[in-house]
Nanobody, 115 residues
């Protein structure tokens, strides 16, 4: 069983920044694929970005140029730096890993961007 714990969400004004963190206490994830997803009210959960290994990152179009996913394998932490936030980025952000053949999700952290 893998536990993922997100933090760093909050309330920010349009144009502001937040950095989300996702840590896996007690599990050495190594270079397992990690991803951030988000779910806005009334909408389906969607991919934001993912990272393979320590450097190979992919982003959805809305995240390109504004968001950066990174990881620190020593601390088992994955980050999502979000800049130039917009009201449409308001959502619950979830961390996910694919580890030993299955997906694991965190509980999510709320991001609210005011207009």
């Amino acid at each position: 069983q893998v536990q993922l714990v997100e933090s760093g969400g909050g309330f920010v004004e349009t144009g502001g920044s937040l950095r989300l963190s996702c840590v896996a206490p007690g599990t050495a994830l190594g270079a397992s694929p990690m991803a951030w997803h988000r779910q806005a009210p009334g909408k389906e959960r969607e991919l934001v970005a993912r990272i393979y290994g320590t450097r190979n990152a992919e982003y959805e179009d809305f995240a390109k140029g504004r968001f950066t996913i990174s990881r620190d394998t020593k601390t088992n932490t994955v980050y999502l730096q979000m800049n130039d936030l917009k009201p449409e980025d308001t959502a619950v952000y979830y961390c996910k890993t694919f580890y030993w053949g299955r997906d694991y999700w965190g509980q999510g952290t709320q991001v609210t961007v005011s207009s």
